[in-house]
Every structure is written in structure tokens, then in C-alpha cells.
């Protein structure tokens, strides 16, 4: 047993360390990210790192595929972020502008539908890599755009976790995934008060401006 499928037993399931720390780090990190702190980024990064892991020896290449894009888009959200509050000032957040709006929701729109035919495709070819093509490609692309918007500190982001979500928890559950489907539940209330204290941050920092 190599150190990504150590763990333990539960109920008489295999729990594994890597699988259970990358999913503690996933929801480090949207506490992390409602504090407005650098050290979203690199816990992001471990926890990608983690699932990586998981996700190879559990044979769910799909999965680790995203985790290596999540990891890709931490490094650049650090980047991002550490540019944006140096000399130790308090990340600045806004609303994304009707621009950017319109580019995130193509982005997604686009996104799914180019995500969930290559899953079809690669299904017809018996791979078998989703049995749910069109909501695992929705929630793939709607998190690695949310992601980015989170690394150019936009408001939006949450808002775009909450609709990722609203997919994500039934579909855990209907998977029978009943702790992803909790921890998918946890990341909704998470976000819901994350957009509340993010937008209010905002609102205070366009009023000291004007």
C-alpha cells in the first residue's frame, strides 16, 4: 500500500488520509478565502495535491485530471493575489464588471457544452470516464471558472459556487457519494456567507473611493 491509499477503516469502508485531508483543505479553503488571507492559495494547492493522489489510486483519472488544473489555477490565484496586497494591505474585492459577467457565464455556458461531449465521446469509446456526462462537465468547468474569478477577487465567484452547488449536492447524493454530498452541503452554507461578507467588503471599499 503506498502512502496515498493509507487510511483507515470506517463501517467497514477504507477511508483514505489523502482523500480526507484533501477534502479538510478543500473546505480550508473557502474559509480562508471569505478572510481574504494569502494562504488560500497554497492550502488550495495542498489539497489538490491530495486528491491528485487519491484520485490516481483509486483509478478515477477524470478527477485527477481536474485536480492538476485546480492546482494550476491556485499557483496563478497565489500570483494574483499576493501582486494585489503587498506591504501586508487587505486584498481589495469588487463586483465583475457587465463585461466580465458576460465572459464568465460564456465561459461556462461554452465550457459544459465542449466538457460534456468530450465526455460522450470518450463514454461511445468505453472508456466509461462519467455516467452523468452533462452535470460532471457543468460542475468541472463551473469550479475551474469560479476559480479563476476567485484569483482576480471578483464578488461573482461565490455566486458561481452557489450554482455549481446547486448541481453538485444532488448529484453526490444520487451517486450514492454521501460524503462528498455532505461536504458539497457545507461548501453551500460557506459560500452563501462568503458572498454576504465579500460583497459587503466591496460596497465599503466603492464607497471610500467615490
Not at 129 to 154: C, E, H, K, M, N
Request: glycine share 8%; aromatic share 14%; hydrophobic share 60%.
Amino acid at each position: 500500500m503506498n502512502w496515498a491509499e493509507a487510511g483507515f477503516e470506517v463501517l467497514g469502508r477504507h477511508v483514505a488520509w489523502s482523500d480526507l485531508l484533501g477534502n479538510a483543505c478543500a473546505l480550508a479553503t473557502l474559509w480562508l478565502a471569505m478572510k481574504r488571507t494569502i494562504w488560500t492559495w497554497p492550502v488550495q494547492f495542498a489539497g489538490s495535491v491530495l486528491l491528485f493522489a487519491a484520485s490516481i489510486s483509486a483509478h478515477i483519472t477524470g478527477n485527477a485530471l481536474k485536480q492538476v488544473l485546480f492546482g494550476a489555477l491556485a499557483i496563478y490565484g497565489w500570483v494574483r493575489w499576493s501582486r494585489r496586497s503587498r506591504d501586508g494591505a487587505p486584498l481589495a474585492v469588487r463586483s465583475a464588471t457587465a463585461r466580465e459577467r458576460v465572459a464568465l457565464v460564456t465561459a461556462l455556458a461554452a465550457g459544459t457544452v465542449a466538457v460534456a461531449l468530450l465526455f460522450q465521446y470518450l463514454n461511445s469509446r468505453g472508456l466509461n470516464v462519467s455516467w452523468a456526462p452533462w452535470p460532471d462537465a457543468y460542475i468541472f468547468v463551473g469550479s475551474a471558472v469560479a476559480t479563476w474569478a476567485q484569483g482576480r477577487a471578483l464578488v461573482d465567484f461565490w455566486l458561481l459556487w452557489v450554482a455549481v452547488d446547486l448541481v453538485g449536492v444532488p448529484l453526490a447524493f444520487h451517486s450514492g457519494l454521501v460524503v462528498s454530498g455532505a461536504v458539497y452541503a457545507v461548501f453551500f452554507v460557506l459560500v452563501l456567507i462568503g458572498f454576504r461578507d465579500w460583497l459587503r467588503q466591496s460596497r465599503t471599499l466603492e464607497a471610500v473611493t467615490t
